[in-house]
């Protein structure tokens, strides 16, 4: 049975630091791209950084640009999103993703990260 499972979320002021894990089981990881959504109440989920299963190649929304670093072992089936300088407007549920090469998609139930001082 295929899990994935997020966790690290909590309660940081703004400029603070937090590091999100997603640890997986029974997927195609080495393979799968994988990647870290987030979601505020009443709009939709949104793309926050993705890695790709080959050379590692990433990518970010905007928002996060220089403040978040999305990064995987492979040799635990667990990718990682650090996120750093931390704003109120981050606050949101993150989930992660996981794109199996043949189509096979993946989502966890999610962490909350509330950024308030």
């Known amino acids: 049975q295929e899990h994935i499972e997020e966790s690290g979320g909590g309660l940081v002021q703004p400029g603070g630091s937090l590091r999100l894990s997603c640890v997986t089981s029974a997927i195609l990881f080495s393979r799968s791209t994988m990647s870290w959504y987030r979601q505020v109440p009443g709009k939709e989920r949104k793309l926050v950084a993705s890695?790709?299963?080959?050379?590692?190649?990433?990518s970010y929304a905007d928002s996060v640009k220089g403040r978040f670093t999305i990064f995987r072992d492979d040799s635990k089936d667990t990718v990682f999103l650090q996120m750093s300088n931390l704003l109120p407007e981050d606050t949101a549920v993150y989930y992660c993703h996981a794109a199996e090469p043949e189509g096979l998609e993946f989502w966890g139930r999610g962490t909350q990260v509330t950024v308030s001082s």
């Open positions: 890695i790709d299963s080959d050379v590692g190649g990433t």
